[in-house]
């Protein structure tokens, strides 16, 4: 039986990202990262492991078919940017860009208190299910510039979530999603906080 949509539960993908492994200094070691990623054009391939030129670093942590890609609402930024000016990380007024966090998706109008594990995100001739949430790292407060960036993420709520790819196909961005319903007994939000108490304490 295929999923139902969710009636006017609908949703944009305002840009695509993706990035090339390259160093990142945390806590005074070099690391290899691909967080940051840029914004593509034109349509993008998406197979089964994510979108055609995207690269992470630690396969243990992130990529694989549970997470292919990672979606952030593009919404979030702002409030990023402010955390970041508030514990004095940056002097600049500049707005982060798109894919800073590391997101392969930017998408509009989706929340994470909104969705639920094993909901699926139909863009016609892509399908995307949604995973797991984000767990911030070290590597999150290098790049946000701020040691507190990782709880931050979890006791706000704003970590984005990791999307199994279902369908593969050609995505490009301006392209609007259906949330079709999955189980729904463990909203985004929910999962960050079972599974990242730790970052509580």
Request: charged share 20%.
């Amino acid at each position: 039986m295929q999923p139902s949509s969710l009636p006017g539960f609908s949703g944009t993908l305002r840009a695509i990202q993706t990035g090339r492994v390259r160093p990142l200094m945390v806590s005074g070691r070099k690391l290899m990262s691909a967080i940051g990623k840029t914004t593509v054009s034109g349509p993008i391939e998406v197979g089964v492991l994510g979108l055609a030129g995207d690269e992470q670093a630690d396969l243990s942590v992130h990529g694989g078919l549970s997470k292919a890609l990672y979606a952030l609402p593009s919404e979030h930024l702002p409030w990023w940017q402010v955390q970041r000016q508030t514990h004095g990380a940056t002097l600049f007024e500049e707005s982060l860009a798109l894919g800073y966090l590391g997101e392969n998706l930017s998408l509009q109008g989706l929340f994470e208190q909104d969705l639920f594990l094993g909901d699926r995100l139909d863009f016609g001739d892509v399908i995307l299910r949604i995973t797991q949430p984000r767990e911030p790292c070290g590597k999150f407060n290098a790049v946000m510039g701020y040691a507190l960036a990782a709880k931050d993420m979890v006791r706000s709520g704003r970590c984005g979530f990791y999307l199994a790819v279902e369908q593969t196909g050609l995505l490009q961005a301006g392209a609007t999603c259906q949330v079709l319903a999955g189980p729904r007994s463990t909203r985004v939000t929910e999962a960050l906080l079972h599974k990242a108490r730790k970052h509580l304490r």
